[in-house]
């Protein structure tokens, strides 16, 4: 490869732990745990005999909301420790050019265009993601889904909408009536299944949302995603409203975390856990419901979401976010979570706390103003969300059961991977934090392996996913933009024996030619990185992008679903 420098200039080049522990020990959290009733499953028919009729016919844009607590005006009153420059840029511009990949497929997606078409007008933000299974991808987004073949990128079903399973179900409440948002799919790799999910609720005269509210969750019976689903409609306790929700496979349930509000009142995290055995087969499934509604300023959380082999029995899942600062931006302190699913009788499942794990100097502020809105475009004054109060979907779990115990790598026995949006090297840049946390069972202990910031340029790059495979590899997804580049969906990467904290690899999955403008500044909120079943080794990833500029005036985005691999040497 081009451009690199020796890997003990790297080291000397800048000090930071690389494997950090705890520095201070937080009090035991009161949690609030309870066991909601099973709910009984609907079953649909085939996917591909659903038409697809309109919703309802929407005389405005659909704004999906996305709650942020409302800081104090944000000053330079900030920490100090968030101040400091990033010494991980600092070796990333060093390793000077990266080598350049290229795309092993790339195709469009479902479009803003689906949603006018579907619902009478586009919807913002898009909320793209995407999986991968052994002969499908599946794409959700604000608000629709779609099958595609995965050899040929042909779409297999027409864009969907999730509501339409449930009435097909004969289901008749807010699952079956509305696609309000905040879609995300899943493929589950143990049972060869897919998983769909998205809130819901039902608005007043208004057009206020009211409760309750709804997570609408879907389980495909067979392999196929064409086929049958079971659908499951759950409703949210206490009339708080789960918003950001995210999904995690894992052996003992599928793992889910929201950010709930109650009004536009922050009300604390929670942490679901939906009973996988029952739902697999059709059957009322319970939910293990924790209520951390005593977190003051911890970020949104994320849930492991399990690739590759399954680890040992009784391995809980790590729920993981950051203790916010007082603008509830995230500090270096991060935070994790053990969960473990109990369905028996009564009982609610375990939440317990580990140590926090501190991490390299970052400053979260990346935009000027209290609703983080600063990223540039080429030709507009329209600027987009950074985003960069949360860590960023998804949290990949990986178990290298074949390298045990840690060897210090990449490669460890079990690797944490996931990502968030920092500060650049100026106010307005936004760059892609990235980390991957090796977990050691004999000792356990859990620390920070690799953590790098991803700004080689002047350009913004935001709104990642990053992912490893087999190999080691890691691959990280995001948006790229600037005064001068229209919003593009990119990638980089590293191999398991690049020059630690870096990534050397660059590819282009799509060039935008259209800015955002009329009128909002949501762009995303997310986007995802996944890993082929098949081969355990190429990467997919789909994000979203604009046409033109008349697109963009129109919200009408499109999106772009596309695999790489980094190296030849995984098979």
């Known amino acids: 490869m081009t451009g690199k420098i020796p890997f003990s200039i790297l080291l000397t080049a800048f000090i930071f732990p690389l494997s950090a522990s705890a520095t201070e020990q937080l009090p035991a959290p009161l949690i609030q745990s309870q066991r909601l009733a ?37 000053t330079d009153s900030s920490p100090k420790a968030l101040q400091t420059l990033d010494p991980l840029i600092a070796a990333q511009r060093q390793l000077g050019e990266l080598t350049n990949i290229d795309p092993i ?52 079903t027409p864009p969907s909408r999730l509501s339409g399973l449930f009435a097909a179900a004969g289901k008749t409440g807010a699952c079956a009536k509305n696609d309000q948002g905040d879609p995300i799919v899943l493929y589950d790799h143990l049972a060869d299944r897919w998983l769909l999910s998205q809130f819901n609720y039902n608005t ?35 009339n708080k409203f789960p918003d950001y929700p995210k999904f995690g496979v894992w052996a003992d349930g599928y793992y889910m975390t929201a950010a709930q509000y109650s009004g536009n009142t922050p009300s604390g995290n929670a942490i679901l856990v939906f009973d996988r055995t029952q739902m697999l087969i059709g059957g009322a499934a319970a939910v293990n ?11 949104v959380l994320l849930p492991s979401d399990l690739d590759g082999p399954q680890p040992p029995p009784g391995t809980p899942n790590y729920v993981l976010g950051f203790q916010g600062d007082k603008n509830w931006l995230p500090t270096t302190r991060m935070r994790v979570f053990e969960v473990s699913a109990d369905f028996s009788a009564s009982a609610t499942g375990s939440v317990k706390e580990r140590s926090s794990l501190q991490v390299a100097a970052f400053n979260p502020k990346v935009c000027n103003n209290a609703v983080g809105t600063c990223i540039p475009q080429p030709g507009v004054n329209q600027k987009l969300d950074a985003l960069s109060d949360r860590p960023m979907n998804r949290l990949q779990y990986r178990y290298f059961s074949d390298r045990c115990p840690i060897d ?58 990053a992912a490893l495979n087999k190999q080691g ?69 789909t994000n979203q992008y604009y046409a033109n500029n008349k697109d963009g005036r129109n919200w009408l ?3 772009r679903i596309g695999s790489f691999k980094l190296s030849n040497d995984c098979t």
């Open 408 to 465: 210090n790598s990449t490669s460890a026995c079990a690797g944490l991977t996931f990502n968030h949006t920092i500060q650049g090297e100026s106010s307005g840049q936004a760059a892609v934090r990235w980390y991957i946390l090796n977990y050691k069972p004999d000792t356990d202990l859990l620390s920070v392996a690799q953590q790098g910031s991803f700004a080689p340029d002047t350009n913004s790059r935001w709104m990642g996913s």
């Open 204 to 238: 007043d005269k208004f057009g206020s949302d009211k409760p309750p509210y709804h997570e609408c969750v879907a389980i495909s019976k067979t392999g196929d995603p064409t086929g049958q689903y079971y659908v499951y409609d759950y409703i949210m306790p206490n």
């Open 38 to 74: 099973a709910v009984a499953a609907g079953e649909t028919p085939p996917l591909i005999e659903i038409i697809a009729t309109p919703e309802q016919i929407r005389t405005t844009p659909h704004v999906i909301p996305l709650h942020k607590p409302t800081p104090p005006k944000i």
């Open 105 to 156: 497929m790339s195709f469009d997606g479902l479009s803003g265009a689906d949603n006018a078409k579907i619902f009478g007008s586009p919807s913002s933000p898009a909320d793209v993601n995407g999986d991968i299974g052994l002969q499908h991808y599946v794409q959700m987004v604000n608000n629709l889904f779609q099958v595609f073949d995965k050899q040929s990128g042909l779409a297999l």
């Open 289 to 299: 419901y924790h209520d951390l509604a005593d977190k003051p300023r911890l970020s």
């Open 557 to 559: 985005w499109r999106t």
């Open 473 to 541: 590899e890691l691959a990280l997804g995001f948006s790229i933009s600037s005064k001068s580049v229209y919003p593009a969906i990119g990638f980089s990467g590293r191999l398991q024996t690049d020059p630690v904290n870096v990534l050397t690899l660059t590819g282009l999955l799509k060039q935008g030619n259209g800015a955002q403008s009329g009128g909002t500044e949501r762009w995303g909120d997310y986007s995802m990185m996944a890993v082929d079943p098949v081969d355990d080794c190429t990467f997919w990833y």
